[in-house]
């Protein structure tokens, strides 16, 4: 009796140690990859729900998630090596290119399809017109940033002239605007979320637009590698579209609090009430691209937005900035 049951603690032993073993070499087989975000916003829900969902992991990734607070710095953390995938608006790929980059960064996937900002106003607009900005103060993004041009677009559009009819401030840092806003500083603001939202809930200001809605389609952040990179680590980069994939196919199928309970972990400090308003909100307007692929229409009518505001050197060749294949692959 003894002997059968040192047999078996034996057996148990060996078991238990073989998981042991397994885990550590499926530890070891992840591949760190390090991702620098432009942003760390609700706006980019399915990267979220691919993380706290482990999509990551189960594509052999593991995912070293960085906030770089701005497309230039995020650029610089690419160039440089810091980041092996850079998050950000795609004019900044296309800045580096036409400074002759010959290791220039490609756009292999595309998360967000609209703007993912809103106009902030003092007061509740509810027949809001963007002529009510005519002579008056917007707290701005950073010249050259999609946020601003895109600003520029809508002003354009109607027929509004951002350097001679309104007041557009340019010089506060990224995400500092709100804190200026609730500050008294400009009569209007464009806030990303949670910021917009949290200044409702302040009643500091009011959202009365939807820079999104109302430019329409745009190609406004998709994710990018250097050309040696994405050379060298086909599968890495294969791997990362799956699973960014994985969650966008949660988010197109789920519900606005379904999503907002999986992404909660990584915004602490926003209740849940809150977060899954945002996520309506921006499901609403048909934010996020649900493919991924990068189509050249897109990036025909980002380099139009760059040209109007005066930021584009040169037209850049869709066929060098631009790689479907991941995208493309991981829909099969």
Known sequence: MKK????LFIVFIFFITALSGCKKNTSKDLQQVTLNEVAHSIFY?????????????????DLNLVTGFGADKVMTALVSGEADI???????????????????IVNFAQLTQRAGNFLVAREPMEDFQWTDLIGKEVLGGRKGGMPEMILEYILNEH???????LTIEQGIDFGSTAAAFSGGQGDYSME?????TALEIEGAGFVVASLGVDSGYVPYTAYSAKTSYI?????????????MQKGMD?????TPKEIAKVIQPQFKETDLDTITTIVKRYDDQDTWKGDLIFEENSFELLQDILDLAGELEQRAPYQKLVDTTFAEEAIK
Request: glycine share 8%; aromatic share 14%; net charge negative.
């Open 4 to 7: 059968r049951i040192l047999s």
């Open 45 to 61: 829900a399915p990267q979220y729900v691919a993380i706290e969902l482990g999509y990551f992991e189960e594509e052999g990734i």
């Open 86 to 104: 850079g998050f950000m608006g795609s004019e900044s790929s296309i800045y580096v290119y036409n400074q002759d980059a010959e290791d220039y």
């Open 159 to 165: 027929e509004i002239d951002p350097n001679k009819d």
């Open 192 to 196: 990303f979320e949670p910021s917009a």
């Open 231 to 243: 050379k060298e680590n086909p599968a890495i980069l294969q791997g990362f579209t799956n699973a």
């Open 250 to 254: 949660y988010v197109l199928s789920h």
